[in-house]
Nanobody, 119 residues
Framework: VQLQASGGGLVQAGGSLRLSCAVS????????MAWFRQAPGNQRELVAL?????????ADSVKGRFTISRDNAKDKSTVYLQMNSLKPEDTAVYYC????????????WGQGTLVTVSS
């Protein structure tokens, strides 16, 4: 499976960005799709997650500002992260990831895309 993230960049505080992650390969067994982020000196943290049934969960720090969505096609899935009202503390490398159902039961990761929010 391959994950290709895009959409990062530099934005002023209060602005918006939309991240995309195209997932291809053997995607049939994907359950959850998610975005994580890692700021310098910090551990990687879960930002948002979306299940097969489009149920979602968000980190408290992004609730009401970020929206995760997914688009499932026959041989490709895409997960999006719409980020509004961005704050300098949202600055981080953002990683998309997908979770495979058993028996694999593992996460696959994209390469990361940098989001920088200036004050």
């Amino acid at each position: 499976v391959q994950l290709q993230a895009s959409g990062g960049g530099l934005v002023q505080a209060g602005g918006s960005l939309r991240l995309s992650c195209a997932v291809s390969g053997n995607i049939f067994s994907i359950t959850e799709m998610a975005w994580f982020r890692q700021a310098p000196g910090n551990q990687r943290e879960l930002v948002a997650l979306i299940g097969r049934g489009s149920n979602t969960m968000y980190a408290d720090s992004v609730k009401g500002r970020f929206t995760i969505s997914r688009d499932n096609a026959k041989d490709k899935s895409t997960v999006y992260l719409q980020m509004n009202s961005l704050k300098p503390e949202d600055t981080a490398v953002y990683y998309c990831a997908v979770l495979f159902a058993p028996p694999q039961s593992r996460w696959y990761w994209g390469q990361g895309t940098l989001v920088t929010v200036s004050s």
